[in-house]
Nanobody
Framework: QVQLVESGGGLVQPGGSLRLSCAGSGISLSDRAVDWYRQVPGKRRELVASIASGGRRKYADSVKDRFTISRDNAKNTGFLEMSALRPEDTAVYFC?????????WGQGTQVTVSS
């Protein structure tokens, strides 16, 4: 059974940093792209960053130069390092993969940026 479990969210002050983790089970994350999305109530889910199986990275313009996506294949875990956080980064963050043409999502982790 394929499962993704996010962790690392929390409350942080503006300008602060957090590192989100996405642990995979039942599937090897190293063989495929891993994406991070975020969603706020009433809005559609937004793609934040992607890392391809070969390591190529893409970022939304709103997080470029502040967020870094990575993976640790030995731990079968993906990461999203977030720095210089802003109140507008507040959202539930989800990791996502596609396997056998099916979308898999984690349960999400809440990130709140507030003073």
């Amino acid at each position: 059974q394929v499962q993704l479990v996010e962790s690392g969210g929390g409350l942080v002050q503006p300008g602060g940093s957090l590192r989100l983790s996405c642990a995979g089970s039942g599937i090897s994350l190293s063989d495929r792209a891993v994406d991070w999305y975020r969603q706020v109530p009433g809005k559609r889910r937004e793609l934040v960053a992607s890392i391809a199986s070969g390591g190529r990275r893409k970022y939304a313009d709103s997080v470029k130069d502040r967020f870094t996506i990575s993976r640790d294949n030995a731990k079968n875990t993906g990461f999203l390092e977030m720095s210089a956080l802003r109140p507008e980064d507040t959202a539930v963050y989800f990791c996502h993969i596609i396997f056998n043409w099916q979308d898999y999502w984690g349960q999400g982790t809440q990130v709140t940026v507030s003073s």
